[in-house]
């Protein structure tokens, strides 16, 4: 079982940065993928960047140039630099993460608000 802890979500103005964290902890076979999702008030929850424990990396299009994933295996913990900050970022951000054998878990989520 994988558990997994957000940090880092908060009130910033527009055009500003945060950094948001996530940790895994438990019993960790072996992670694969890593990603942060988001869901805005009334919509759908999207995927905003994921990393691979071999480095491939995806980002949404509407954060490409934006926002920065980085992972780092030993410690299983990924980082999202999120700058330059929209009022349409605002959201919640989920940690997600799979292990090899197919499980599948989810962080509880921090908020990310935007507006001056």
């Known amino acids: 079982q994988v558990h997994l802890v957000e940090s880092g979500g908060g009130l910033v103005q527009p055009g500003g940065s945060l950094r948001l964290s996530c940790a895994a902890s438990?019993?960790?076979?072996?992670?694969?993928?890593m990603e942060w999702y988001r869901q805005a008030p009334g919509k759908e929850r999207e995927m905003v960047a994921a990393i691979t424990s071999s480095g491939n990396i995806y980002y949404a299009d509407s954060v490409k140039g934006r926002f920065t994933i980085s992972r780092d295996n030993a410690q299983n913990t990924v980082s999202l630099q999120m700058n330059a900050l929209k009022a349409e970022d605002t959201a919640v951000y989920y940690c997600?993460?799979?292990?090899?054998?197919?499980?599948?878990?989810w962080g509880q989520g921090t908020q990310v608000t935007v507006s001056s």
């Open positions: 997600n993460a799979f292990e090899s054998g197919g499980d599948e878990y």
């Open positions: 438990g019993i960790i076979v072996s992670i694969t993928a």
